[in-house]
């Protein structure tokens, strides 16, 4: 079946050292959405890419869509105590409107 | 954007009991959905509850173990029915508007 898979699984890193999270789809997609989810909290939103080799960036955050639309990362740039949460890639379910498959989800940790 | 609310916001129960999670969205949507997230990972979208129609299950969810309410287009209900210790988990709804998906608090779920 479609799967998503997202490494690393955990993260810890020093303030201000740099963070990436690896999103790798068993289907092409259309889209590919990124979201976070504070400890004790639910996901929120925080992007989505839609074109072969999209790059956005968000202050301290960048994401890429892969040539094949199979593959996306997030980087996070000088990371803050802030950025602390676990990061989702999402994809749509295959034949499915507005339906979400997410990845494992990457917990990052952030030492001062 | 949407906000939506979740009752209750945690329970304790004991196995063999039915627990009915409540959803108000503020706005009138036409696609709900149920997700599960398992203690430390990632969201598993059980069903897509539609106004009028019959709630659409993911492979691995049924209908009488997660049942499905729709009422009207601001609401809905899931029950999570004789319960199991592994039915132990935080259950989160979300509507789609412009693009992302909104989720609610989740409720958060101990069965003992």
């Known amino acids: 079946g479609q799967q998503v898979m997202q490494i690393p699984q955990y993260q810890h890193v020093q303030e201000g050292e740099d963070f990436t999270t690896y999103c790798n789809s068993s289907t092409t997609l259309s889209n590919i959405q990124w979201y976070k989810q504070r400890p004790g909290g639910h996901p929120v939103f925080l992007i989505q890419l839609v074109k072969s080799g999209e790059v956005k960036k968000q202050k301290r955050l960048t994401f890429q869509f892969g040539e094949a639309k199979k593959n996306s990362s997030l980087h996070i740039t000088a990371t803050q105590t802030t950025d602390v949460g676990t990061y989702f890639c999402a994809g749509p379910i295959s034949g499915g409107y507005n339906k979400l498959i997410f990845g494992a989800g990457t917990r990052l940790a952030v030492h001062p | 954007s949407a906000v939506i609310s979740q009752k209750p916001s945690r329970d304790i129960c004991q196995r063999g009991t039915s627990l009915t999670i409540q959803c108000q969205v503020d706005s009138q949507v036409t696609m709900m959905f149920w997700y599960r997230q398992q203690p430390g990972q990632s969201l598993t979208l059980i069903a897509t509850?539609?106004?009028?129609?019959?709630?659409?299950?993911e492979s691995g969810f049924v209908i009488d173990k997660f049942p499905i309410s729709r009422p009207n287009l601001t609401f809905s209900t899931l029950t999570v029915s004789n319960m199991s210790p592994e039915d132990s988990s935080i259950y989160l709804c979300?509507?789609?508007?412009?693009?992302?998906?909104?989720f609610g608090p989740g409720t958060r779920l101990t069965v003992l």
């Open positions: 979300s509507v789609v508007g412009n693009v992302r998906q909104f």
């Open positions: 509850a539609n106004q009028g129609s019959e709630a659409t299950y």
